[in-house]
């Protein structure tokens, strides 16, 4: 027995097993994070779990797309044995004779990644049933796909290898002739103290035929015979790298094109190859100090990132960056907010809401007063653009059409107001004579539209790296990133025009024949933020009403128009404009505007994820108007989670959790402090208008938590029907009969 396990010991798998985990953390980690992703809980909550067993190509999930995941994984695949063995290969000088050494490394090597292999098809079979509701035939046939993809890759590396890498037996035989002019090569033993020190004992390995065969002495040879034959192939590997690298790059020029946009997985996939040969290539040449150099590559990458020449500073497209910078200083605020720039600004306002309240009289009764309604919509991906969508959609359908005619203002962040841009755009074309049918599910379906993968080829094949591409914007030039990615998307997702501007929308939202849209973005500076409309809002920027008894309180907000107008803030795309709102970290780059000092800004969600707090200033500020000509106020909020939960249970804590408690519970608690302070915010709201203010709550239920849609920019089939599910919950069918109700008064 013991005899039994010595050879199991010795055996070339377990030996290769070993040195993975005692000298390659480095390369092992790839397989863990993935490891953890596909069949943990790691990536449920933004769908990076989904994404892996759901992958997407040409706008399909099936049989091709599974095959490019194959073509990727195999990529990997084969870069992991590839580094491996030329890290490791002067290890076992055995394999210097074999026919075809690298192949039976790879054999003897596939540990590892056969347990990633069992545990990727096992959680996707889970995953399609659970999700997409597939049966076995489709599900054996995708992962077919899978398998082909996979085994193409394996050949095709196998032909190339095949037809470069030499064995030690066909350099002697190429070298013959000067071998025999030299005699005889001399014969070397390997009793050296250094040598013996870098080899591993092996006594069995696993031959092609599946065979279990022991090893044989190669003391016979040169030793420099064996590392002549090591270099080659060596060489011929850091030759695939190069080629895969190239085509990595290359990629980015086609990043609109839809046949280029592969699964997010397979990119993934090939990216990871890409980082385990950068890693490995810096393993072999510091040899015992591969750890340090890979640690200064990423510092110096790092620092190098800083300097827009290399293209890595994301922008807001429109504005004007070759210009004097906007001075972002307490001087400029205040001149800004001023008190005779709020009363303008007011003033500016009045044939606004005039407009407005013209637009909603009853002409059969016109001494009766309209009710005013506000749209809220939270942030969370595509799960809260398509909770809005069809949220919204139900309310217009009560309204009998003219949900979008009583709404004055609409507000949110991220993923809400995707929606709500889009169903504003469409509202205007019906406006403007198109045949638009706002309750149509096709908008759903649009909406809801995958741009993950896009994004995602973005940031592997252009963004980390050099994003040297470039395009132009009248005359302006705009580096290409995976924010451009995401509008150019989002505009060919839902057939939106993606040189649409702010400024655009100025004279319909002015005569009151669209509701005002007012985006806001964080500052990431001071953790003000930016208001964005195509009108002056100065009275957003600080508190001037009855109760602000002191014009020094803290200005804590920017009219983004005004401040940057000689920037050229009229020309600011929309789309531009909504993804500063949605900008979730990672998914999304964090723009640079066009100030001095700069300032970068990320998701309005972080201040306010469902956009009261621009609702209740604008109320604060026109509460007399809204008193005196209104019936009352009705703000409409969609948020794609539920405002009232349980309080969540304590549980034991380590010590690293204890450490990380203050920060993951503001993390974790935000929306809920944001929820408390509006809650009093609109209680005070209510007093000012003498009790006229109705407050009409939608929230994403589900009846399992595990069934709730992932917050991201993919959707499985799940999640979309779990959403169109949410209509009929009993909450919601509440809300509705209420809002029906108000409707009618």
């Given amino acids: 027995m013991l005899t039994f396990f010595k050879d199991i010991y010795y055996s070339f798998p377990v030996q290769l097993l070993l040195i993975s985990f005692k000298r390659h953390q480095f390369l092992l980690f790839f397989w863990i994070f993935l490891f953890a992703i596909v069949v943990g809980k790691y990536g449920a909550g933004i769908g990076t779990h989904s994404v892996l067993l759901d992958p997407e190509y040409l706008g399909n999930v099936g049989y091709l797309s599974f095959a490019v995941v194959g073509i990727g994984f195999g990529a990997m695949f084969v870069t992991w044995n590839?580094?491996?063995?030329?890290?490791?290969?002067?290890?076992?000088?055995?394999?210097?004779?074999?026919?075809?050494?690298?192949?039976?490394?790879?054999?003897?090597?596939?540990?590892?990644?056969?347990?990633?292999?069992?545990?990727?098809?096992?959680?996707?079979?889970?995953?399609?049933?659970?999700?997409?509701?597939?049966?076995?035939?489709?599900?054996?046939?995708?992962?077919?796909?899978?398998?082909?993809?996979?085994?193409?890759?394996?050949?095709?590396?196998?032909?190339?290898?095949?037809?470069?890498?030499?064995?030690?037996?066909?350099?002697?035989?190429?070298?013959?002739?000067?071998?025999?002019?030299?005699?005889?090569?001399?014969?070397?033993?390997?009793?050296?103290?250094?040598?013996?020190?870098?080899?591993?004992?092996?006594?069995?390995?696993?031959?092609?035929?599946?065979?279990?065969?022991?090893?044989?002495?190669?003391?016979?040879?040169?030793?420099?015979?064996?590392?002549?034959?090591?270099?080659?192939?060596?060489?011929?590997?850091?030759?695939?790298?190069?080629?895969?690298?190239?085509?990595?790059?290359?990629?980015?020029?086609?990043?609109?094109?839809?046949?280029?946009?592969?699964?997010?997985?397979?990119?993934?996939?090939?990216?990871?190859?890409?980082?385990?040969?950068?890693?490995?290539?810096?393993?072999?040449?510091?040899?015992?100090?591969?750890?340090?150099?890979?640690?200064?590559?990423?510092?110096?990458?790092?620092?190098?990132?800083?300097?827009?020449?290399?293209?890595?500073?994301?922008?807001?497209?429109?504005?004007?960056?070759?210009?004097?910078?906007?001075?972002?200083?307490?001087?400029?605020?205040?001149?800004?907010?001023?008190?005779?720039?709020?009363?303008?600004?007011?003033?500016?306002?009045?044939?606004?809401?005039?407009?407005?309240?013209?637009?909603?009289?009853?002409?059969?009764?016109?001494?009766?007063?309209?009710?005013?309604?506000?749209?809220?919509?939270?942030?969370?991906?595509l799960r809260a653009a398509m909770y809005s969508m069809v949220m919204l959609q139900q309310c217009d359908s009560l309204a009998k059409g003219n949900l979008f005619d009583k709404t004055f203002l609409i507000s949110g962040a991220s993923g809400g107001m995707f929606a709500t841009t889009y169903l504003r755009e469409l509202f205007l074309q019906k406006k403007n004579g198109f045949p638009v049918n706002l309750s149509d599910r096709h908008y759903t379906e649009n909406i809801s539209k995958d741009v993950l993968n896009p994004i995602a080829l973005s940031i592997l094949s252009n963004d980390v790296l050099i994003p040297f591409h470039r395009f132009s914007l009248a005359d302006k030039k705009y580096s290409v990133d995976r924010g451009y990615i995401f509008e150019k998307f989002y505009c060919n997702n839902t057939q939106f025009p993606f040189n649409k501007t702010i400024s655009d929308y100025r004279s319909d939202e002015y005569n009151a024949k669209i509701p005002l849209l007012i985006y806001h973005s964080t500052i990431m500076n001071d953790s003000r933020r930016y208001y964005i409309s195509p009108h002056p809002v100065s009275f957003l920027m600080r508190p001037h009403g009855k109760k602000a008894f002191d014009n020094k309180l803290e200005i804590d907000a920017i009219d983004f128009t005004q401040f940057f107008k000689k920037q050229g803030s009229d020309s600011l795309l929309v789309t531009s404009a909504m993804r500063m709102n949605s900008t979730f970290p990672f998914f999304f780059p964090n723009s640079v505007l066009p100030s001095e000092p700069s300032t970068y800004v990320m998701d309005g969600g972080a201040l306010d994820n469902f956009g009261v707090e621009t609702t209740l200033r604008f109320l604060n500020t026109f509460g007399d108007w809204i008193n005196k000509n209104t019936s009352g106020v009705v703000i409409i909020q969609m948020r794609d989670s539920e405002k009232f939960e349980e309080p969540r249970a304590s549980e034991r804590k380590t010590v690293f959790a204890r450490i990380a408690d203050p920060l993951g519970t503001v993390y974790t608690n935000m929306e809920n402090m944001q929820d408390f302070l509006t809650d009093y915010r609109l209680d005070e709201m209510s007093e000012e208008l003498r009790g006229k203010l109705q407050f009409v709550l939608f929230e994403y239920t589900t009846e399992h938590e595990e069934d709730k849609a992932a917050m991201s920019l993919h959707l499985t089939t799940r999640d979309k029907s779990d959403i169109m599910k949410s209509v009929n919950r009993p909450n919601n069918v509440a809300a509705f009969n209420r809002l029906k109700g108000l409707f009618e008064e």
């Avoid at 000067?178 to 033993?189: F, L, N, S």
């Avoid at 003391?219 to 085509?247: C, G, K």
């Avoid at 290539?281 to 020449?309: E, K, P, R």
């Fill in 82 to 381: 590839v580094v491996m063995y030329i890290l490791n290969s002067h290890r076992f000088p055995f394999m210097a004779s074999l026919q075809f050494p690298l192949g039976m490394f790879v054999l003897n090597n596939a540990i590892i990644p056969l347990v990633f292999f069992v545990a990727y098809f096992a959680s996707v079979i889970h995953f399609r049933v659970k999700y997409e509701y597939q049966g076995f035939a489709q599900i054996l046939f995708e992962l077919l796909g899978f398998i082909a993809g996979f085994v193409l890759m394996i050949l095709l590396t196998a032909v190339y290898f095949n037809f470069t890498n030499k064995n030690t037996g066909s350099i002697i035989e190429e070298n013959k002739e000067r071998i025999r002019k030299k005699k005889a090569m001399r014969r070397v033993q390997f009793n050296q103290t250094m040598e013996r020190e870098h080899l591993n004992r092996v006594d069995f390995y696993i031959t092609n035929k599946f065979n279990i065969r022991h090893t044989r002495t190669v003391e016979h040879y040169d030793p420099a015979l064996h590392q002549l034959v090591f270099r080659r192939h060596h060489w011929n590997a850091f030759i695939a790298f190069i080629l895969s690298m190239t085509a990595l790059i290359c990629m980015g020029f086609f990043l609109e094109n839809p046949f280029f946009q592969f699964p997010i997985a397979a990119t993934g996939f090939l990216f990871l190859s890409l980082l385990m040969s950068m890693f490995g290539m810096f393993l072999y040449w510091t040899s015992g100090w591969g750890s340090a150099a890979v640690i200064a590559f990423l510092l110096l990458a790092n620092y190098l990132t800083q300097f827009d020449v290399f293209g890595f500073q994301s922008r807001a497209y429109g504005l004007n960056y070759n210009t004097q910078k906007a001075a972002y200083n307490l001087e400029t605020f205040r001149e800004l907010s001023s008190d005779s720039a709020i009363a303008r600004d007011k003033e500016y306002f009045q044939p606004i809401l005039e407009n407005w309240l013209r637009k909603n009289t009853d002409s059969h009764n016109p001494l009766r007063k309209p009710k005013m309604y506000f749209v809220n919509v939270s942030g969370g991906g």
